[in-house]
């Protein structure tokens, strides 16, 4: 092979091949799997909260009775992830604090609104035992620390499915994400929240190619 063919090879063979390589992955890895199943407990509680966990994709997250620590670190969100897909149709946030917090929600709603739009970062109102009863309902092997509160945050699908990672390189089954965690909030929460909306799109599109 001469040295002009080669180059060419370089340019624009190469390319298309790499192209087409990570295309493929992509589409092999369309779904975020589904760690647990029918999660009902937040469609029981959704009922006395209103807030509607069906039919939305929600990153839900546990304040607790330590709103003004986690809320530090829910900021990381806010940044990389909420002000980014706050707008996508059926997508939300929801913080699980007690009733004793629900003073401090305004000046956070008010930091948030400073970029984007609050209206999709709603607040969970529950009693401390329902607290413990919605995050048991998760079914992984973690826990609350005394404040009810946690650092992780999780993905909740349309239909109630907790969704993460079931081979994660660090962590094996990842259940949450850290949000104190600025690199994995940009780097492995950031990711599955796009491969989970992509996921849905992907569905509606198919749903509309059908029906017409």
């Known amino acids: 092979m001469t040295k002009k063919r080669l180059v060419l090879v370089i340019l624009f063979i190469l390319p298309l091949v790499a192209y087409l390589f990570f295309s493929s992955g992509i ?6 799997p589904k760690l647990k199943n029918n999660i009902t407990t937040l469609e029981n509680l959704s009922e006395e909260s209103k807030v509607d966990f069906e039919n939305k994709i929600t990153l839900l997250s546990f304040f607790g009775k330590d709103f003004d ?3 530090v ?7 990389k992830i909420y002000d980014r897909y706050h707008e996508f149709k059926d997508f939300q946030v929801v913080s699980v604090i007690t009733p004793d917090q629900v003073e401090k929600i305004n000046a ?5 609104d400073k970029t984007s739009s609050s209206k999709n970062w709603k607040f969970l109102v529950l009693e401390s035992e329902n607290i413990s009863k919605l995050f048991k309902s998760l079914n992984t092997d973690l826990n609350l620390d005394q404040n009810l509160a946690t650092n992780l945050m999780f993905i909740i699908d349309k239909k109630l499915n907790l969704r993460g990672r079931s081979d994660d390189e660090d962590e094996g089954i990842k259940y949450g994400y850290d949000m104190s965690n600025l690199a994995e909030i940009s780097d492995k929460f950031n990711d599955d929240v796009k491969i989970i909306l992509a996921e849905y799109r992907l569905a509606l599109k198919k749903y509309k190619a059908k029906r017409q």
């Open 27 to 32: 589409n092999n890895f369309a779904k975020l």
């Open 73 to 79: 670190y829910a900021f990381n969100v806010k940044e």
């Open 108 to 112: 956070f709603k008010a930091e948030i």
């Open 69 to 71: 620590i986690k809320k």
